[in-house]
């Protein structure tokens, strides 16, 4: 993507969610990669858990 797509693309949220509602997406946003980042980790600490009892 170019940097002009970005500021377009922006500007088109901001025209449709309105900017004192975009704190608050934002927020929403960086909770859920959040939840899916602790989700991710556990899955990769468990597929490893079960790897090296199987290997025993």
């Given at each position: 993507m170019r940097p002009t797509h970005?500021?377009?693309l922006l500007i088109v949220i901001i025209?449709?969610?309105g900017a004192p509602k975009l704190?608050?997406?934002a927020g929403s946003i960086v909770e859920a990669l959040k939840v899916f980042r602790r989700g991710a980790k556990e899955l990769v600490e468990e597929n490893e858990h079960d790897s090296t009892k199987e290997s025993a």
């Open positions: 970005l500021i377009v025209l449709v969610f704190p608050a997406i």
